[in-house]
């Protein structure tokens, strides 16, 4: 078990570039084994979810090579076998193996993904998905076994009841090669889902409609390899736009496409943060006198369930009072206890969550609850007087690459320890 130890009330500056997006990263290393030749993945980043996904390739006899964020992945020798257990019930985006083993063997057996908790994250529209391409799917003692019918996978019409990301690429994943023509209504729009079909296309895929919510697919027998650029990610490109509003004396931020972010910069001017937008690059400005505001998160492109938890350090630095309500994930909100151990005035009612400000925070002892709440309490320990000690920070390094390094690099005093209070 490791900590962050940050000593907080620093002015931060200088520049940051973003990594590439790691919720198109976990969808793109499953697509990768469609292949019958190598994938070549660039601008992955080096998190645990990648070495998480790395490993479980290797379990399928899968060849890989990282270094230097880039992946070659090589499914020729691939086999298919039960993953029931170890890392593939480790992280949410497991889940993606479902629709890309039954795509590729006509059958799979994957544990029931884990991640981090959010409040119920049922996958019954991926199996909802599955089911209407002519797979049969049970729930097999916490693991799901899915096998194609005796006619195989047939291309058919999909309706998502709600707008998932992942149940949106699964059916993309799953109905890829399945003879005919394959419509998904509802579907999510997200950047990453574009990535996963662009990855695709140059695989030798037929999919149109990616970034809509109508996609369509024209199953094809072979997929090739190819070599593909992930895009930025977009969460982390946001959770430095709020650190560097919250505690910044002027900092760059590279590697970043506005677009895919246009619901928090509506925001964030919104509440006052001055910043010069640029083709790739988002410069903000040292920001003071901020207005509160209040947030809903909705589908793209709305304002991202994952921004909610960043963003809220910098609300707590706003006059007045607002609220937060998430619509995708309304349990998020384990957040708020660890900010007022710091001395947030904020409180969660009926999944609402409320704030008023501005407030002065002062270090304490906190643990992170899932990925995105880890980065809220990086920023309010960077803004906090004092010593903050961050605990389950195994949550941020899954997604934040380079963390440590990027903020030094800011001039944020920020260590990471092993908890010598777990050694035997």
């Not at 994957?110 to 998905?129: E, N, S, V, Y």
Request: hydrophobic share 45%; net charge negative.
């Amino acid at each position: 078990m490791r900590k962050f130890v940050i000593n907080g009330g620093r002015k931060l500056k200088g520049e940051v570039t973003v990594s590439g997006a790691k919720n198109s990263t976990v969808a793109l290393i499953p697509a990768a084994i469609l292949a019958d030749g190598p994938v070549i993945l660039e601008g992955v980043p080096d998190i645990e979810d990648v070495h998480a996904l790395i490993e479980i390739l290797g379990d399928f006899n899968v060849s890989t090579a990282f270094n230097n964020g880039t992946l070659v992945i090589d499914p020729v020798g691939m086999k298919s076998i039960p993953m029931t257990t170890g890392r593939i019930k480790s992280m949410r985006a497991s889940y993606y193996f479902m629709g890309a083993l039954l795509c590729k063997f006509g059958e799979g057996v994957i544990g029931m993904p884990g991640g981090c908790f959010l409040g119920p994250r049922p996958i019954d529209q991926h199996i909802k998905a599955f089911e209407a391409l002519g797979a049969i799917v049970k729930n097999e003692q916490g693991a799901i076994s899915l096998k194609s019918s005796e006619n195989g996978l047939q291309g058919t019409r999909i309706y998502m009841d709600l707008v998932s990301i992942g149940a949106t690429i699964n059916a993309i994943l799953s109905s890829v090669k399945a003879p005919g023509k394959t419509i998904i209504e509802n579907a999510a729009r997200e950047p990453e889902i574009i990535d996963v079909v662009t990855l695709l296309n140059k695989m030798g895929a037929k999919i149109r409609g990616a970034g809509t919510n109508v996609i369509r697919i024209e199953g094809v027998q072979e997929l090739h390899g190819c070599t593909h650029m992930i895009i930025p990610d977009r969460i982390e490109a946001g959770t430095y736009i709020s650190l560097a509003a919250a505690v910044g004396e002027g900092i760059l931020i590279k590697n970043v496409i506005y677009e895919h972010i246009e619901g928090l910069i509506s925001k964030m001017t919104e509440m006052g943060v001055r910043m010069d937008i640029d083709e790739d690059s988002i410069f903000v400005w040292p920001s003071e006198q901020l207005k509160m505001v209040s947030v809903k998160t909705q589908p793209y492109p709305g304002f991202a369930t994952d921004l909610q938890q960043p963003l809220t350090p910098l609300l707590l630095k706003a006059q007045g009072s607002g609220t937060i309500i998430d619509t995708i994930y309304p349990k998020r909100v384990n957040h708020i206890p660890e900010l007022v151990r710091m001395g947030a005035k904020a409180k969660v009612e009926e999944d609402t969550i409320l704030i008023d400000g501005p407030n002065e925070l002062q270090g304490a002892e906190v643990a992170a609850s899932d990925l995105r709440a880890g980065a809220a309490l990086i920023i309010a320990g960077l803004m906090a007087s004092g010593t903050t000690v961050v605990s389950n920070i195994e949550h941020i390094l899954r997604g934040y690459a380079q963390i440590v390094d990027k903020l030094t690099a800011l001039g944020a005093d920020i260590r990471m320890i092993e908890d010598e209070s777990n050694e035997n």
